[in-house]
Protein backbone atom coordinates (compact mmCIF):
# COMPACT_ATOMS: atom_id res chain seq x y z
CA UNK A 1 0.00 0.00 0.00
CA UNK A 2 1.17 3.91 -0.91
CA UNK A 3 1.53 5.40 2.64
CA UNK A 4 2.27 9.20 2.52
CA UNK A 5 2.87 11.01 5.83
CA UNK A 6 1.00 14.39 4.94
CA UNK A 7 2.39 16.31 8.06
CA UNK A 8 2.05 16.95 11.78
CA UNK A 9 -0.78 19.43 13.05
CA UNK A 10 -2.19 21.04 16.35
CA UNK A 11 -5.35 22.56 16.84
CA UNK A 12 -4.40 25.49 15.14
CA UNK A 13 -3.55 24.15 12.29
CA UNK A 14 -5.44 20.92 10.97
CA UNK A 15 -5.43 20.48 7.49
CA UNK A 16 -9.09 20.61 5.70
CA UNK A 17 -11.04 17.59 5.85
CA UNK A 18 -10.42 15.96 2.22
CA UNK A 19 -10.91 11.96 2.81
CA UNK A 20 -12.64 9.75 5.64
CA UNK A 21 -10.10 9.43 8.82
CA UNK A 22 -9.76 7.17 11.28
CA UNK A 23 -7.93 8.03 14.31
CA UNK A 24 -5.48 6.32 16.92
CA UNK A 25 -5.89 7.08 20.36
CA UNK A 26 -4.40 5.50 23.51
CA UNK A 27 -1.98 5.57 26.75
CA UNK A 28 1.48 7.10 25.73
CA UNK A 29 3.93 4.48 24.74
CA UNK A 30 0.84 1.53 24.48
CA UNK A 31 2.31 1.52 20.91
CA UNK A 32 0.34 3.25 18.48
CA UNK A 33 2.62 4.27 16.41
CA UNK A 34 4.09 0.99 16.00
CA UNK A 35 0.71 -0.21 15.27
CA UNK A 36 0.08 1.95 12.63
CA UNK A 37 3.88 1.00 11.21
CA UNK A 38 2.49 -2.75 11.37
CA UNK A 39 -1.14 -2.11 9.78
CA UNK A 40 0.39 -0.15 6.50
CA UNK A 41 3.76 -2.24 6.42
CA UNK A 42 5.61 0.69 6.15
CA UNK A 43 8.22 0.21 9.48
CA UNK A 44 9.42 3.92 9.58
CA UNK A 45 6.91 5.77 9.11
CA UNK A 46 5.40 6.91 12.99
CA UNK A 47 8.12 7.72 14.90
CA UNK A 48 8.27 4.65 17.97
CA UNK A 49 9.51 4.78 20.72
CA UNK A 50 11.78 3.53 23.83
CA UNK A 51 10.36 6.02 26.03
CA UNK A 52 6.92 7.83 26.16
CA UNK A 53 5.81 10.78 24.51
CA UNK A 54 7.22 10.39 21.14
CA UNK A 55 4.10 11.78 19.29
CA UNK A 56 3.37 14.67 20.50
CA UNK A 57 1.41 16.79 17.46
CA UNK A 58 -1.12 15.40 15.57
CA UNK A 59 -0.07 13.24 12.33
CA UNK A 60 -1.83 12.16 9.17
CA UNK A 61 -1.13 9.54 7.04
CA UNK A 62 -2.80 9.21 3.64
CA UNK A 63 -3.12 4.94 3.36
CA UNK A 64 -3.92 4.30 -0.52
CA UNK A 65 -5.52 6.21 -2.14
CA UNK A 66 -8.48 7.62 -0.28
CA UNK A 67 -8.29 7.26 3.37
CA UNK A 68 -6.25 8.82 6.27
CA UNK A 69 -4.97 7.19 9.56
CA UNK A 70 -4.33 9.55 12.25
CA UNK A 71 -1.81 9.37 14.78
CA UNK A 72 -2.45 11.34 18.16
CA UNK A 73 -0.49 12.15 21.01
CA UNK A 74 -0.72 9.64 23.90
CA UNK A 75 -2.49 10.85 27.30
CA UNK A 76 -1.16 9.99 30.34
CA UNK A 77 2.49 11.19 29.66
CA UNK A 78 3.32 12.08 33.18
CA UNK A 79 7.03 13.12 32.44
CA UNK A 80 5.55 16.40 30.26
CA UNK A 81 5.13 19.68 31.60
CA UNK A 82 1.50 20.10 32.82
CA UNK A 83 1.30 22.90 30.14
CA UNK A 84 2.06 20.32 27.44
CA UNK A 85 -0.35 17.91 28.43
CA UNK A 86 -2.88 20.44 28.74
CA UNK A 87 -1.75 21.43 24.89
CA UNK A 88 -2.22 18.05 23.66
CA UNK A 89 -5.63 17.52 25.41
CA UNK A 90 -6.62 20.45 23.72
CA UNK A 91 -5.40 19.47 20.30
CA UNK A 92 -6.92 15.88 20.97
CA UNK A 93 -10.46 16.70 21.76
CA UNK A 94 -10.18 19.78 18.97
CA UNK A 95 -9.69 17.19 16.30
CA UNK A 96 -12.10 14.92 17.78
CA UNK A 97 -15.17 16.65 18.46
CA UNK A 98 -14.99 19.06 15.54
CA UNK A 99 -14.32 16.58 12.71
CA UNK A 100 -17.02 15.66 10.27
CA UNK A 101 -14.65 12.96 8.15
CA UNK A 102 -13.80 11.11 11.68
CA UNK A 103 -15.27 7.62 10.63
CA UNK A 104 -14.07 5.99 13.64
CA UNK A 105 -11.67 5.75 16.66
CA UNK A 106 -9.16 2.95 17.56
CA UNK A 107 -8.37 3.12 21.59
CA UNK A 108 -5.21 1.12 21.95
CA UNK A 109 -4.82 -0.64 24.95
CA UNK A 110 -2.29 -3.25 26.18
CA UNK A 111 -3.29 -6.57 26.37
CA UNK A 112 -1.77 -7.57 29.48
CA UNK A 113 -3.70 -4.46 31.22
CA UNK A 114 -6.75 -3.29 29.57
CA UNK A 115 -8.72 -1.90 30.83
CA UNK A 116 -6.29 0.41 33.46
CA UNK A 117 -8.38 3.47 34.68
CA UNK A 118 -6.95 5.92 31.63
CA UNK A 119 -8.31 3.89 29.15
CA UNK A 120 -11.83 3.67 31.11
CA UNK A 121 -11.94 7.22 31.14
CA UNK A 122 -10.35 7.28 27.45
CA UNK A 123 -13.39 4.90 26.51
CA UNK A 124 -16.20 6.78 28.30
CA UNK A 125 -14.85 9.61 26.48
CA UNK A 126 -14.52 8.58 23.28
CA UNK A 127 -17.92 6.36 23.33
CA UNK A 128 -19.80 9.64 24.30
CA UNK A 129 -18.82 11.30 20.84
CA UNK A 130 -20.74 9.04 18.84
CA UNK A 131 -18.16 7.91 16.86
CA UNK A 132 -17.68 3.68 15.82
CA UNK A 133 -15.08 2.77 18.34
CA UNK A 134 -12.74 -0.24 18.00
CA UNK A 135 -10.29 -1.51 20.63
CA UNK A 136 -6.67 -2.85 19.84
CA UNK A 137 -5.57 -4.59 22.33
CA UNK A 138 -1.53 -4.68 21.44
CA UNK A 139 1.92 -6.41 22.38
CA UNK A 140 0.03 -9.62 22.25
CA UNK A 141 3.24 -11.26 21.56
CA UNK A 142 4.22 -10.50 24.92
CA UNK A 143 1.70 -13.25 25.81
CA UNK A 144 1.13 -16.96 25.44
CA UNK A 145 -1.48 -18.65 23.78
CA UNK A 146 -3.46 -19.56 26.97
CA UNK A 147 -3.15 -16.11 28.58
CA UNK A 148 -3.94 -14.25 25.67
CA UNK A 149 -7.59 -16.26 25.39
CA UNK A 150 -8.08 -15.64 28.88
CA UNK A 151 -7.20 -12.42 28.44
CA UNK A 152 -9.70 -12.61 25.27
CA UNK A 153 -12.53 -13.29 27.36
CA UNK A 154 -12.48 -11.25 30.62
CA UNK A 155 -11.88 -8.17 28.16
CA UNK A 156 -15.22 -9.64 26.41
CA UNK A 157 -16.59 -9.36 29.55
CA UNK A 158 -15.67 -6.10 30.75
CA UNK A 159 -16.67 -4.59 27.22
CA UNK A 160 -20.19 -6.68 27.56
CA UNK A 161 -23.29 -4.32 26.86
CA UNK A 162 -21.24 -1.83 25.01
CA UNK A 163 -21.21 -1.07 21.61
CA UNK A 164 -17.44 -1.47 21.16
CA UNK A 165 -15.61 -3.96 19.27
CA UNK A 166 -11.90 -5.30 19.88
CA UNK A 167 -9.63 -7.01 18.31
CA UNK A 168 -6.12 -8.82 19.90
CA UNK A 169 -2.97 -7.51 17.81
CA UNK A 170 0.88 -7.24 17.63
CA UNK A 171 2.51 -4.63 16.34
CA UNK A 172 6.07 -7.78 15.88
CA UNK A 173 4.32 -10.58 14.75
CA UNK A 174 1.43 -8.58 12.67
CA UNK A 175 -1.32 -10.79 14.53
CA UNK A 176 -4.84 -9.28 14.12
CA UNK A 177 -3.84 -6.74 11.11
CA UNK A 178 -6.58 -8.47 9.00
CA UNK A 179 -9.02 -8.05 11.30
CA UNK A 180 -8.40 -4.02 12.41
CA UNK A 181 -8.41 -3.27 8.42
CA UNK A 182 -12.06 -4.69 8.13
CA UNK A 183 -13.27 -3.24 10.70
CA UNK A 184 -11.44 0.03 9.15
CA UNK A 185 -12.67 -0.46 5.87
CA UNK A 186 -16.14 -0.87 7.17
CA UNK A 187 -15.95 2.14 8.89
CA UNK A 188 -14.86 4.58 5.98
CA UNK A 189 -17.21 3.07 4.00
CA UNK A 190 -20.51 3.46 5.95
P1 LIG B 1 3.72 7.77 22.27
O1 LIG B 1 3.95 8.32 20.91
O2 LIG B 1 4.78 8.11 23.23
O3 LIG B 1 2.37 8.07 22.80
O4 LIG B 1 3.85 6.16 22.19
P2 LIG B 1 3.13 5.15 21.18
O5 LIG B 1 1.80 4.76 21.75
O6 LIG B 1 3.12 5.68 19.81
O7 LIG B 1 4.07 3.86 21.31
P3 LIG B 1 5.23 3.37 20.31
O8 LIG B 1 4.64 2.82 19.05
O9 LIG B 1 6.24 4.45 20.19
O10 LIG B 1 5.79 2.09 21.10
C1 LIG B 1 6.27 2.15 22.42
C2 LIG B 1 7.16 0.95 22.70
O11 LIG B 1 6.41 -0.27 22.69
C3 LIG B 1 8.28 0.76 21.68
O12 LIG B 1 9.41 0.32 22.35
C4 LIG B 1 7.73 -0.33 20.77
O13 LIG B 1 8.73 -1.07 20.12
C5 LIG B 1 6.94 -1.19 21.74
N1 LIG B 1 5.83 -1.91 21.09
C6 LIG B 1 4.80 -1.35 20.44
N2 LIG B 1 3.93 -2.28 19.97
C7 LIG B 1 4.44 -3.49 20.33
C8 LIG B 1 4.03 -4.86 20.13
O14 LIG B 1 2.97 -5.17 19.54
N3 LIG B 1 4.83 -5.82 20.66
C9 LIG B 1 5.96 -5.55 21.35
N4 LIG B 1 6.66 -6.56 21.83
N5 LIG B 1 6.40 -4.27 21.53
C10 LIG B 1 5.66 -3.26 21.04
MG1 LIG C 1 3.53 7.53 19.07
Given at each position: M????L ?15 V ?8 G ?8 T ?28 L?D ?67 K ?10 R????V ?16 K ?15 M??
Amino acid sequence: MDVEFLGSFTAETLPAPEYPEVAIGGRSNVGKSSFLNTLTGRRGMARVGSKPGMTRTINFFLCGERRILVDLPGYGYSRASRSEQARWAKDIEFYLTGRGNLKGIVLLGDLRHFPTASDTEALDWFLSLGIPLLVVLTKSDKLKAGEVKRRRSQVSGALKGKPIEFAVFSAKTGTGKKEVWGWIEKVMSG
